[in-house]
């Protein structure tokens, strides 16, 4: 985290932790980045007794989302320019036909990417936070 923040521009921080469990990176964060410097923290966490415990902890800072990464970032209007991820290290053979093909169509739409079929769940995360960047925001106009 002190190299992210150190390497990323004097923006304000709009930060996302995409599958945030109780927010260990929101965490480190805070202990991390001047509050002058954080504009928007998100959390999103599938399960709901992580995203309860998140929510508990960090939400009079951060907004916590209880939810699929995956579909809530395709329909979020949320802009974020940094993340700090351990995604769900889920493997292809655990990931039903119906949601490879959903992620699949989703990649290709938004990148113009074809990922394989035998691609981990934690690639789909990292293509598809694409969309909440600021240059998906203005090429979309979402
Ligand atoms: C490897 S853990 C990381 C938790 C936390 N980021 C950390 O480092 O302590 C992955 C987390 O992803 C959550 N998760 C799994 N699938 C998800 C999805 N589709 N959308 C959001 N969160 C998801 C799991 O419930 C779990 O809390």
């Known amino acids: 985290m002190t190299f992210v923040v150190g390497v990323s521009s004097n923006a304000q921080i709009e930060f996302i932790e995409p599958s945030c469990g109780s927010g260990s990176f929101i965490s480190k964060l805070l202990r991390t980045a001047s509050t002058e410097r954080i504009s928007t923290i998100t959390g999103v966490e ?7 415990a998140a929510r508990s902890l960090w939400g009079s800072v951060a907004e916590i989302v209880e939810g699929d990464f ?14 700090v991820a351990n995604p769900p290290y ?25 990922v394989s079929q035998l691609a981990g769940l934690y690639v789909y995360f990292l293509l598809l936070a694409h969309s909440l960047t600021p240059s998906a925001r203005t090429r979309t106009g979402r």
């Open 90 to 114: 889920v493997r292809h053979h655990h990931v039903t036909a119906e949601r490879k093909g959903n992620n699949v169509r989703a990649s290709s739409n938004e990148l113009g990417i074809t």
């Open 46 to 52: 599938l399960n709901p007794r992580f995203a309860k």
């Open 70 to 83: 995956l579909e809530w970032s395709a329909n979020s209007k949320a802009q974020v320019n940094l993340m």
